[in-house]
């Protein structure tokens, strides 16, 4: 998903929040569907929140999504 607007707009809480969802969803929780709809964790949905104003380079975003997976991002040169 990619979020975007005016400062003040309620970018933040709204992608919180829907981030919040996903991350119970399917784990039993009343927010994540209840016990009749739990899931397997291997099944669920994986969450990786990424700033890209904190990267340094557009085209990090995929190591930093990597990374946030739990993956090993592969090693940037200095070209990025």
Known sequence: VYVCGLPGTGKSLTVSQAE???RCWG???KEGGGDRHALPA???PRVAAVN???LSEPR??????IEE????PPAL???G
Request: glycine share 12%.
């Open 20 to 22: 919040k969802m996903i």
């Open 52 to 54: 890209c104003m904190a």
């Open 60 to 65: 990090h975003v995929f190591a930093r999504v």
């Open 27 to 29: 784990d039993g929780s």
């Open 77 to 79: 040169d200095a070209n």
């Open 42 to 44: 291997k099944e669920r």
């Open 69 to 72: 997976l739990g993956g090993v």
